[in-house]
């Protein structure tokens, strides 16, 4: 996923009035701060590399100044700023990058730093994590669909799942999820390239974890794979945009789920559901 970062300098009064307008068209991915000459500076967020129409128009309509627009790779902008100490992940977990925590009492996960998602620190990490500490996962066969680094699927692993298989579309984070098995002990893990359930190769999932954006849980849902990969059990699907959560709930609704719980981080939304 790439991120559009545009900054804007303006009167800081000017600044949180935008900051609430762009909530109320339902873009909060936005945040101001003060300058020193005591001035706002306005950052807004666009995913997929661009602002919506009517964002840009209100930030043009502000009269302020845009001072510098930013194509990201999400990846690597999490990567560039790998945390280099261990990171709450839930109740009782803890990803360490440098394996130097103690274990006693807790599951510690040795994530090594790498241009892949799923160092601990985004809320669609945390979600999904705390909802699996909360699941009983013994015995559970697992796919982490979107793996990134792998830290959700080896939670679970942790927790006592008897099978986790690993997939994502790009190969950098099939390494990175490799790479992070061996660190945690992992052996032969099945991990494959694939987008979404193109070129998964298990079937009679017990348990499907999706920490994917809203556009790929919908595409998930829609696929008539997805009975024969998951055809009894739950998902737990994370990244979900506040403003495309009801259409991802009715998307379960339609593919044969019982919504169990939902709970909001910062913007993103965790939803968990059981076949019905």
């Not at 100044?65 to 977990?93: C, F």
């Not at 999932?205 to 998951?230: K, T």
Request: charged share 20%; glycine share 12%; hydrophobic share 45%.
């Amino acid at each position: 996923m790439r991120w559009r970062c545009d900054t804007w300098h303006l009167p800081l009064r000017t600044a949180r009035g935008t900051l609430t307008a762009l909530a109320a068209l339902g873009h909060p991915e936005a945040t101001v701060a003060s300058r020193p000459d005591g001035g706002g500076e306005l950052l807004v967020w666009g995913r997929g590399g661009r602002l919506p129409r009517a964002v840009s128009e209100l930030l043009q309509a502000t009269g302020g100044e845009r001072v510098s627009s930013i194509v990201h790779d999400e990846a690597a902008l999490l990567a560039a700023h790998a945390p280099d100490g261990p990171v709450e992940l839930a109740p009782g977990v803890t990803v360490d990058p440098q394996g130097r925590v103690a274990t006693r009492g807790r599951i510690v996960l040795r994530i090594p730093p790498a241009p892949a998602f799923g160092d601990g620190r985004h809320p669609s990490t945390r979600l999904a994590a705390r909802r699996l500490v909360a699941m009983p996962l013994t015995g559970r066969r697992v796919l982490d669909l979107g793996c990134g680094t792998g830290v959700l699927g080896l939670l679970s692993w942790r927790r006592g799942a008897a099978r986790v298989d690993f997939a994502d579309i790009d190969p950098g984070s099939v390494r990175s999820t490799r790479a992070a098995c061996r660190a945690n002990g992992l052996l032969r893990p099945r991990v494959w390239a694939a987008d979404l359930l193109d070129g998964v190769c298990g079937h009679g999932y017990d348990l499907l974890i999706g920490n994917l954006y809203a556009d790929l849980c919908l595409r998930l849902l829609a696929d008539p794979r997805l009975r024969s990969v998951l055809p009894s059990g739950s998902v737990v699907l994370s990244g979900i945009a506040h403003r495309r959560r009801a259409a991802v709930e009715r998307a379960l609704t339609r593919s044969g789920f019982r919504l169990l719980a939902a709970e909001q981080e910062a913007w993103w939304w965790m939803l968990a559901a059981e076949r019905a």
